[in-house]
């Protein structure tokens, strides 16, 4: 697996597919205020990926659902509960995301990946703590896949 850390926009990069960390689908779409990486998907993407992610109801926590993505150039987002109801990430809920994310993407014939640091924001988890967790659990995994760890970087 070929995983690079960029500095960067997660929506920017040239991937199949972005992974959104995701709040479980506890709350419905509509009445749900995204914030940091949902709320640029939602604002860029429009709402159709987060009413496909709807009907999928509640994720549990370190599981992955693929929807479209929606007006994004991506051929898809994958959604991963990365956080738990009281809005937590865990190392658990991390290496579980990311080892399902990448199950999906595999499953979907998907070439490339980015990820956010999952739960390092709404999530509250140290963001090089997660990073170095998610950098363990992709060293652990087998996939022809291309990976982008996407740190954000302010402009």
Do not use: C, Y
């Not at 640029?40 to 429009?46: F, H, N, S």
């Not at 109801?57 to 990365?82: D, E, F, N, R, Y």
């Not at 937590?88 to 990946?113: C, D, G, M």
């Not at 980015?114 to 997660?130: H, T, V, Y």
């Amino acid at each position: 697996m070929d995983v690079r850390i960029i500095k960067g926009d997660l929506l920017d990069q040239d991937v199949d597919a972005i992974v959104n960390a995701w709040n479980r689908n506890i709350i419905p779409w509509w009445l749900l205020l995204p914030q940091g990486v949902s709320h640029a998907i939602k604002r860029r993407a429009g709402t159709g990926p987060f009413k496909e992610l709807a009907t999928h109801g509640p994720i549990p926590l370190g599981q992955a659902v693929l929807t479209s993505a929606g007006t994004l150039p991506h051929k898809a987002i994958i959604h991963v509960a990365g956080i738990n109801v009281l809005w937590r990430a865990s190392e658990r809920s991390i290496r579980n995301s990311v080892r399902n994310a990448i199950a999906l993407a595999v499953e979907h014939r998907l070439q490339s990946i980015a990820f956010p640091l999952i739960g390092a924001g709404s999530g509250s988890f140290n963001e090089q703590k997660a990073k170095e967790i998610m950098e363990d659990e992709l060293g652990k995994l087998e996939s022809p896949l291309t990976v982008h760890i996407v740190v954000f970087r302010k402009k």
